[in-house]
Nanobody
Framework: QVQLVESGGGLVQAGGSLRLSCAASGRTFSSYAMGWFRQAPGKEREFVAAITWNGGNTYYADSVKGRFTISRDNAKNTVYLQMNSLKPEDTAVYYC????????????????WGQGTQVTVSS
């Protein structure tokens, strides 16, 4: 079992930055690929970014490429999402998710989910 707790969301003006954190429980965090997803009101949940178990590979949605960076610190059991140049359309609840070993952009392939953290970008 892996428990995930997101933090770092909030209200920010367009063009600003936020860093989300996702703290994981368990001793096997380093064997899990991690993903960030988001869901805006009235929309389906969508992929944002993912990182492999060792941080060797990262993947991004086209909409955030060049603005967001996913990283992880296995010693701290934490994955991060650095979000720069935020836009109003980035407003959503952001979720982190975990699955064993390989990263994927499909939310139905992740086994564990956090409760989400709200990000609101004002124009």
């Amino acid at each position: 079992q892996v428990q995930l707790v997101e933090s770092g969301g909030g209200l920010v003006q367009a063009g600003g930055s936020l860093r989300l954190s996702c703290a994981a429980s368990g001793r096997t965090f380093s064997s899990y690929a991690m993903g960030w997803f988001r869901q805006a009101p009235g929309k389906e949940r969508e992929f944002v970014a993912a990182i492999t178990w060792n941080g060797g590979n990262t993947y991004y949605a086209d909409s955030v490429k060049g603005r967001f960076t996913i990283s992880r610190d296995n010693a701290k059991n934490t994955v991060y999402l650095q979000m720069n140049s935020l836009k109003p359309e980035d407003t959503a609840v952001y979720y982190c998710a975990a699955r064993r070993f390989t990263a994927t952009m499909r939310d139905d392939e992740y086994d564990y989910w956090g409760q989400g953290t709200q990000v609101t970008v004002s124009s």
